[in-house]
């Protein structure tokens, strides 16, 4: 199985100041069809998570351009250019490569210094 | 508007059996392959089981196999989970998603396995 790892655990950030949360695969994620299937999703405090972003750089219809995702093969990163209070929750990076099983990193908690 | 809406969820006793319901809507659900992901209290996601558009396909984790079913009904556009042989580690909220990058999520729908 496809071991996702990310960091840092958790990330104190002053409202309007960047972030970024890395994630790394036991395994590279370049599929067959040339295609690297790493989503990032977003779970805001009492909520279902949701996509923010999909193939590692494609954000989800509405989501703020603020947020971004880049990286390759096995390492990748979600920037945030500038935090604001909304964006206070936990994320997780979920490979759909190499499976079953699909496998989810561990999660990083976003929160307000 | 896309939705999914997940029932069945409560409290049964180890050993005993439970029966999710994923209700969707908004989206022509007999075209799209479909998941259930799991969430322990304060943890992280887990993935549970995947079935294809169809239904002639099905996966599952290691830690549900053999225990677990998914099945769908595209007349009805609704996605099923029956869980058999429950444990405390089964407690969780259930969430059902769509297609095999997860682009929409149900609210979830609270399993709790206790005696």
């Known amino acids: 199985d496809v071991v996702m790892t990310q960091s840092p655990l958790s990330l104190p950030v002053t409202l309007g100041q960047p972030a970024s949360i890395s994630c790394s695969s036991s395994?590279?994620?370049?599929?067959?069809?040339?295609?690297?299937?790493l989503n990032w999703f977003q779970q805001r405090p009492g909520q279902s998570p949701r996509r923010l972003i999909y193939?590692?750089?494609n954000r989800e219809s509405g989501v703020p351009d603020r947020f971004s995702g880049s990286g390759s093969g096995t390492d990748f990163t979600l920037k945030i250019s500038r935090v604001e209070p909304e964006d206070v929750g936990v994320y997780y990076c979920?490979?759909?490569?190499?499976?079953?099983?699909?496998?989810f990193g561990g999660g990083t908690k976003v929160e307000i210094k | 508007e896309v939705q999914l809406v997940e029932s069945g969820g409560g409290l049964v006793q180890p050993g005993g059996s439970l029966r999710l319901s994923c209700a969707a809507s908004?989206?022509?659900?007999?075209?799209?392959?479909m998941n259930w992901v799991r969430q322990a209290p304060g943890k992280g996601l887990e993935w549970v089981s995947y079935?294809?558009?169809?239904?002639?396909?099905?996966y599952y984790a290691d830690s549900v196999k053999g225990r677990f079913t998914i099945s769908r009904d595209n007349a009805k556009s609704s996605l099923y989970l029956q869980m058999n042989s429950l444990r405390d580690e089964d407690t969780a909220v259930y969430y059902c998603?769509?297609?095999?990058?997860?682009?929409?999520w149900g609210q979830g729908t609270l399993v709790t396995v206790s005696s």
């Open positions: 395994q590279s994620l370049v599929s067959s069809d040339g295609n690297t299937y």
């Open positions: 079935i294809t558009n169809g239904g002639s396909t099905t």
């Open positions: 908004g989206f022509t659900f007999s075209t799209y392959s």
């Open positions: 193939k590692v750089s």
């Open positions: 998603t769509r297609d095999r990058i997860m682009g929409q």
């Open positions: 979920m490979q759909g490569t190499h499976w079953p099983p699909l496998t």
